[in-house]
């Protein structure tokens, strides 16, 4: 049997995953994930799109100097300011930064939102790839919305760009429209019709609007792409792009009948997952494809008599392909560091000594209220104690009286910009009261959006695990806190969501 096909795995959580609505991330919170996605070994991240924001070029340009190993791409319009700033930030990667620029194909596009023809499309895009190939020969040009492009105009540009000094070229379908049997018609249209065609890789971006992105990533691989495009729990605009998980398990376990292979760190996948799930509050849905909390656990008689006869009759890949050990330790208070460090590595947290101590000191505080830590307590730990972002708002103590009879009422006191200040304010509830008071406090003029509260695990001992979303000024925020008394996890969720918001006002738009 021949070598199986090596596929280049693009992952652009932190470019195309952050464009989902409340995703946004600092720049530590993005270098984290960086970290982790560096681990598991993917080919090329793309780390943002620099003229976005001074935030963004900062995540890029940070990102660019520390990850060893993967490309770093960044992302730009067809213009000039695009891609002169996207290699300020890239070019601390050296040959490894990625000039990622693109621009719209399709006629709906091209009319009413660029009001350009096919010849200054062109024009525009050979001007851009030339200018990024000054820079560097790692020149990626997506057309935007290729799908609902016309084929032949769709073949002259990817002919004309290659010319130009396009090393990858991606074949978006940027609305999730395309079906798998048209997505590889597409992409032999393309190996047939373009002649310089082999001097490019054939990158594929597919959204999720249908549900379809990864069986047209697969679809597109069979007809010839090299490169697929992905984020980590399939996060992105809309209803998502394709997920990172589902494709790299999907190539791994179908070697059979689809001969390509990824040079994935497969068995970090699960904790890339539970750490993004972490920094955005964006949860996994429990039937998630390969991360979702049900996809090892098996519920009925007949196959959890099967499973104990044999493990292969129900699961066709085993936990521990992506990382989730179920043989481990229980962590409680009488726990020590090494199975704590262990733990909490196995979970891919590679914190300092220093973060190690705190989490620590707050996992033992826990095991005396709570019997059995479970990952997701420590999870909430690390969000609490370490991925965090400046305080400018912090929680220093609070009482809460509610009941049948009582008007619910809420004593805060918080330090703001270093000082400390304290007052109680009546609401229709223990949690309205709470946010009142620390709304108060603030000064600021949010709005809530949304407010939910979980048990991180079961029992009457679990932590409650409360996430807010604030709008301020058109800028939405997630929070979350942990405690094991759901009105503390709800205030600390709140002033999570405050200041997140005060560190991303830094990341205005850059003077264009
Ligand atoms: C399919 C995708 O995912 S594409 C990536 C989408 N991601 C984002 O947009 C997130 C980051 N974006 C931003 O921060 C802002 O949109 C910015 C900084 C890029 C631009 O902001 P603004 O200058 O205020 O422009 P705005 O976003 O309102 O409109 C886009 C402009 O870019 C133009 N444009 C859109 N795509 C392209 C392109 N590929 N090449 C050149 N120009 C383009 C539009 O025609 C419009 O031009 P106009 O201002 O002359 O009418
Ligand atoms: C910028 C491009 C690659 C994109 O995200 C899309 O077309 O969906
Ligand atoms: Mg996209």
Same mark, same amino acid.
């Given at each position: 049997m021949s070598e199986p096909k090596k596929i280049l795995i693009f992952d652009t959580t932190l470019r195309d995953g952050e464009q989902s609505p409340g995703a946004s991330m600092t720049i530590e919170e993005k270098l984290r994930i960086a970290h982790q996605l560096?681990?598991?070994?993917?080919?090329?991240?793309?780390?943002?799109?620099?003229?976005?924001?001074?935030?963004?070029?900062?995540?890029?340009?940070?990102?660019?100097?520390?990850?060893?190993?993967?490309q770093i791409a960044g992302l730009s319009r067809a213009n000039d300011k695009d891609i002169d700033r996207a290699w300020e930030a890239l070019k601390y990667a050296g040959d490894r930064g990625r000039i990622h620029t693109f621009i719209a194909t399709s006629d709906i596009h091209m009319k009413h939102k660029l009001k350009m023809t096919e010849d200054e499309v062109v024009e525009t895009a050979v001007k851009a790839v030339k200018r990024a190939a000054g820079y560097t020969p790692n020149v990626e040009f997506s057309a935007e919305d290729a799908v609902r492009t016309r084929l032949p105009f769709l073949a002259r540009i990817v002919e004309a760009v290659i010319d130009a000094g396009a090393t990858t070229v991606n074949i978006p379908d940027t609305v999730g429209y395309t079906m798998p049997n048209e997505y590889y018609d597409i992409i032999r249209y393309l190996k047939e019709n373009v002649p310089n065609i082999e001097r490019a890789v054939i990158s594929v971006h597919c959204h999720n609007d249908l549900g379809l992105? @990864?069986?047209?990533?697969?679809? +597109?691989?069979? !007809? $010839?792409?090299? &490169?697929?495009?992905?984020?980590?729990?399939?996060?992105?605009?809309?209803?998502?792009?394709?997920?990172?998980?589902?494709v790299v398990m999907g190539l791994k376990t179908r070697q059979d009948i689809m001969p390509y292979k990824t040079d994935v760190v497969t068995e970090h996948i699960y904790a890339t997952s539970r750490l993004l799930t972490t920094i955005t509050g964006i949860v996994?849905?429990?039937?998630?494809?390969? @991360?979702?909390?049900?996809?090892? +656990?098996?519920? !009925? $008689?007949?196959? &959890?008599?099967?499973?104990?006869?044999?493990?292969?009759?129900?699961?066709?890949?085993?936990?521990?392909?992506?990382?989730?050990n179920q043989n481990k330790l229980v962590l409680g208070k009488h726990s020590g560091r090494h199975a704590f460090i262990q733990r909490l590595e196995s979970l891919g947290y590679d914190l300092s000594k220093e973060d190690i101590e705190k989490a620590f000191v707050r996992f033992k505080a826990l095991a005396d209220v709570k019997k059995e830590i479970f990952d997701e307590d420590l999870d909430a730990i690390v969000a609490d104690e370490i991925i965090r972002v400046p305080e400018r708002y912090k929680l220093l103590q609070m009482n809460v009286s509610s009941g049948s009879f009582a008007a619910p009422t809420?004593?805060?006191?918080?330090?703001?910009?270093?000082?400390?200040?304290?007052?109680?304010?009546?609401?229709?509830?223990?949690?309205?009261?709470?946010?009142?008071?620390?709304?108060?406090?603030?000064?600021?003029?949010?709005?809530?959006?949304?407010?939910?509260?979980?048990?991180?695990?079961?029992?009457?001992?679990?932590?409650?695990?409360?996430?807010?979303?604030?709008?301020?000024?058109?800028?939405?925020?997630?929070?979350?806190?942990?405690?094991?008394?759901?009105?503390?996890?709800?205030?600390?969720?709140?002033?999570?969501?405050?200041?997140?918001?005060?560190?991303?006002?830094?990341?205005?738009?850059?003077?264009?």
């Open positions: 560096e681990k598991m070994n993917v080919d090329v991240m793309e780390a943002g799109f620099p003229i976005a924001s001074e935030g963004d070029f900062e995540a890029v340009k940070k990102i660019a100097q520390t990850i060893k190993g993967p992105s @990864v069986a047209n990533s697969l679809a +597109a691989i069979r !007809a $010839g792409a090299g &490169q697929v495009e992905c984020t980590v729990n399939g996060i992105g605009e809309r209803a998502g792009n394709c997920s990172l998980e589902e996994v849905q429990p039937n998630k494809a390969i @991360v979702g909390a049900n996809a090892f +656990a098996h519920e !009925a $008689g007949i196959h &959890q008599h099967g499973v104990l006869m044999e493990k292969s009759t129900y699961e066709i890949m085993t936990p521990e392909s992506i990382g989730l809420a004593t805060v006191q918080m330090e703001v910009d270093g000082e400390i200040c304290k007052t109680a304010v009546i609401g229709d509830g223990p949690v309205d009261a709470t946010f009142k008071a620390i709304k108060d406090l603030s000064g600021c003029d949010v709005r809530l959006l949304h407010f939910s509260v979980g048990a991180i695990t079961g029992g009457t001992d679990a932590q409650g695990e409360c996430t807010v979303r604030l709008e301020e000024q058109g800028r939405e925020q997630l929070g979350q806190g942990a405690h094991p008394d759901i009105i503390v996890a709800a205030a600390k969720a709140y002033i999570n969501a405050l200041n997140k918001i005060a560190s991303l006002q830094k990341r205005t738009p850059v003077d264009l």
